[in-house]
């Protein structure tokens, strides 16, 4: 039986649900979908499945994630681990992802043409449409060469609004906050 840690996040009042494995991450929900959404990607595996909480093992994920969606983040170290799903195009597909930057969008014909495969748009389309760890695997940066921003499994309203997210810039905060000042019938108190 494989051991998978669960863990959940909530962003803008949507919960993402992701597993990690012993050797790293290897799903990520859509936003506001339940956990049991991981079938979808690995059903063959349904009943060798043993789910378990364990904030030590999924700790530095959800840190990572949090990172990312608290803008202290741009690029993700965790390790994944996708084996048993997806073919080696995918795999390249999902490699080549993750090498977009931040804040960037790349079309899916420049994606096919990045990983060797210039004719083959619809089968890198359909490994960006079906990568399991959405964020972390950027597949929300691929666009259509048209300028329209495409599917996305989180729903277009989520990838529009990652797009924008990633785009917007970091607001400035003062390193030093105004102190109010004490009133005069406060001053010469001891406990001031």
């Not at 936003?31 to 030590?56: C, M, V, W």
């Not at 994920?61 to 195009?89: C, S, V």
Request: charged share 30%.
């Amino acid at each position: 039986m494989k051991k998978l840690y669960w863990e959940s996040m909530e962003v803008n009042n949507q919960k993402f649900f992701f597993t990690v494995t012993d050797k790293g991450l290897n799903f990520v929900s859509s936003p506001g979908k339940y956990l049991s959404e991981i079938f979808d990607f690995y059903p063959e595996n349904r009943y060798e499945y043993q789910f378990l909480y364990d904030e030590t093992v999924t700790g530095d994920y959800l840190d990572e994630l949090t990172d990312y969606f608290d803008k202290k983040r741009k690029k993700f170290e965790l390790p994944l681990d996708l084996d048993g799903y997806g073919t080696k195009l995918q795999h390249e597909v999902w490699s080549e992802i993750q090498k977009i930057p931040y804040g960037q969008t790349m079309t899916y014909k420049q994606l096919a043409e990045n990983v060797g495969r210039k004719r083959a748009i619809r089968p890198v389309a359909h490994a960006v449409a079906i990568n399991p760890v959405l964020i972390v695997i950027p597949c929300h940066r691929v666009v259509r060469a048209n300028g329209d921003i495409g599917d996305y499994r989180g729903g277009k309203e989520s990838k529009k609004a990652l797009l924008e997210f990633e785009q917007k810039p970091v607001e400035k905060q003062s390193l030093i906050k105004k102190l109010p000042l004490p009133k005069l019938s406060q001053l010469g108190k001891p406990d001031l």
